[in-house]
C-alpha cells in the first residue's frame, strides 16, 4: 500500500466543563471526579500525513509546544500504531490556537484528534472500547475528546457517557497570561479540604455533576447556567485572584453565567446571543484586571462537528 498519499484534517476542538466535581483520592494518586463536559467551537486544526518510514514527526506554529514524545499527539500515534502492530509512520502538523495551561484540553484533544485521523486514514476500525482504553493511557482527559459533544465523565475522566447535545449556546472563553498546572490544582484542593474548609468539602450526596446532568437531558439552558460548578476554582482562585475578577467582569459584561475551565486559567462566560457576545468581549478586555488576557468568542458545538474528519 501507498502510505505517502493519505492524508486528513481533523479540527480539534476545546472542551469547557459545565461542573467539575472532585470527589476524593484514589489509591492510584488520581482524583475520582463528576463533571459534565462541554466541546465548544474554538480549535486547533491538524493536519496528518501517512509516511512510510516508520517516524513520527510533529511541528506546530506555536513557540514552546513540545514537538517530541512529551506531546500528547505524538504519544497517542506511537501508542495507536504500537498496538496495532503497524509499521506506518505519522507526520502531525498542529495549527494551535487554543492556549495551553488553560483548562481547555487543548494536549488532550489533539491526542484525540490523532487517534481519530489515524483509525480514519489506515482503516483500523478501532472499536470504542479499544480506542477508549489507548486514550485513557494518554491522559485522563483525552477519552472525552473521542466522544465530543456533551458528555457526564466520571472515575479519573477515562469513563465518559454521551449526553444530547444542549441548545447551541455562545461562549466568550478569556485566558490570562498566566497558566495553572493540573497537578498542583488537586494537590492544593486536597491541602485546602485538609485544613476543614467546609465550603470545599467533597461527598454530597447529589453533586454538581448529577444536577447538570438532569438540566442537560431536560434540555433545561436556563438552570443550566444556574447550576455551572468547578471544585478546582477555590485553589486557582487562591494563586490568582485575577481569576475571580475575569469572572465578575464576564458577568458585568452581560454573561448569564461564568465559570473557570478545567483546572484553569480560563475563564468562560455563557451568553443569550452571538451579538451579546461579541459586544462583552471587547468589554472584558476594556476591564480585565490583568493584561494581556487573549479573549475567544465562540460557541458549544454538537457531537456530529466535533467528531468531522476531512
Ligand atoms: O491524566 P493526566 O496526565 O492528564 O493528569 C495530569 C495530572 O492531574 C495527574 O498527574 C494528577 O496529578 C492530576 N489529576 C488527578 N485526578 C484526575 C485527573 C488528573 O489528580 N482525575
Known sequence: MNFSTKSAIVR??????????????????????????QTVGLHDTISLSVR??????????????????????????????????????????????IPAQAGLGGGSSNAAAVLRGLDHLLGLSVSADEMCAIAARIGSDVPFFLVGGTAFVCGRGEEVQPLPDIL???????????????????????????????????????????????????????????RLANDLEAPAVEQHPEIAGIKAALIESGARAGLMCGSGSAVFGLFETEAQARTAADNVVAVSPCRPCQVFVTRSVAREEALGIE
Open 12 to 37: 480539534s476542538f476545546a472542551k469547557v466543563n459545565l461542573t467539575l466535581d472532585v470527589l476524593g483520592t484514589r489509591p492510584d494518586g488520581y482524583h475520582a471526579i463528576e463533571s459534565v463536559m
Open 52 to 97: 512510510e518510514d516508520g517516524e513520527i514527526r510533529l511541528s506546530c506554529d506555536m513557540p514552546g509546544i513540545p514537538t517530541d514524545e512529551s506531546n500528547l499527539a505524538w504519544r497517542a500515534a506511537s501508542v495507536l500504531l504500537e498496538a496495532q502492530g503497524k509499521a506506518a509512520g505519522l507526520d502531525i502538523r498542529i495549527e494551535k490556537r
Open 168 to 226: 447551541p449556546v455562545p461562549v466568550v472563553i478569556v485566558k490570562p497570561p498566566f497558566g495553572v498546572s493540573t497537578p498542583w490544582s488537586y494537590r492544593r484542593l486536597d491541602e485546602m479540604r485538609a485544613i476543614g474548609d467546609q465550603s470545599l468539602a467533597a461527598g454530597e450526596r447529589q453533586t454538581a455533576s448529577r444536577h447538570m446532568v438532569e438540566c442537560v437531558r431536560r434540555s433545561a439552558v436556563c438552570s443550566l447556567k444556574s
